[in-house]
Structures are given as C-alpha cells and as structure tokens.
Nanobody, 126 residues
Framework: QVHVVESGGGLVQAGGSLRLSCERS????????VGWFRQAPGKEREFVAA????????YYQDSVKGRFTISRDSFKNTVYLQMNSLKPDDTAIYYC???????????????????WGQGTQVTVSS
C-alpha cells in the first residue's frame, strides 16, 4: 500500500506563486509516476501535470504550460508542483496521485492512477 499526502496549498493573490508538495510512503513508493490533478467546485477533476518515476518525463495541461513546473526529489520520495503567475481560474482542490508503471502523453485520466491523496486547497484571489 502506498500513502500519498499533499501539502502547500493556501490563499494567494493573482500573479503570485505557491509550491505544492506530494510525499509518498510505502512499498516501492519511489518507483511510481506521479500526477497532479485539480477539481474546482461544480467541475470534473482535471489533469494538471505528471512526471515519470525517473523524473526525465513530464507532461502538462496546456493552460499551465510555462507557469507550472513539476519536479521530484527521489531521495525524499517527494514530488513538487511549482505554480507561478497564478490566476483565479487556478482555484481548486489540488490532488496528488501515484501510478504504477509508465506515463505517456495520454496518461491524463484520473482512473489511470492508483493511489490518491486527500487534496490541498489552492485559492487565487483577483
């Protein structure tokens, strides 16, 4: 069993930055691909970014390209989502999810990920 815990959410003004962290623990936790998703009130959960187990492969939703950066610290079993130039539309609960196996450009469906955290709220004020 793998446990996933997000942290780093909060309230920020438009144009500001936040860094989310995703810590994983459990058997083989360091060998999993990781994705970030978000869900705004009344909307479906959507893909934000993902990173392969080695850190060499990353994918982003078009709306966050150039503003968000996903990275991982393998020694800490932690994945980060650096979010810059935040917009009110980025307001949502952000979820971290871990996946057994590889990721591809098409790996964007929440059902493709195996382990989920509880989420962390990000609120961007205008």
């Amino acid at each position: 069993q793998v446990h996933v815990v997000e942290s780093g959410g909060g309230l920020v003004q438009a144009g500001g930055s936040l860094r989310l962290s995703c810590e994983r623990s459990g058997k083989d936790a360091g060998n999993l691909a990781v994705g970030w998703f978000r869900q705004a009130p009344g909307k479906e959960r959507e893909f934000v970014a993902a990173i392969g187990w080695s850190g060499s492969t990353t994918y982003y939703q078009d709306s966050v390209k150039g503003r968000f950066t996903i990275s991982r610290d393998s020694f800490k079993n932690t994945v980060y989502l650096q979010m810059n130039s935040l917009k009110p539309d980025d307001t949502a609960i952000y979820y971290c999810a871990a996946k057994i196996g590889m990721i591809f450009a098409t790996t964007r469906n929440p059902s493709q990920f195996n382990y989920w955290g509880q989420g962390t709220q990000v609120t961007v004020s205008s």
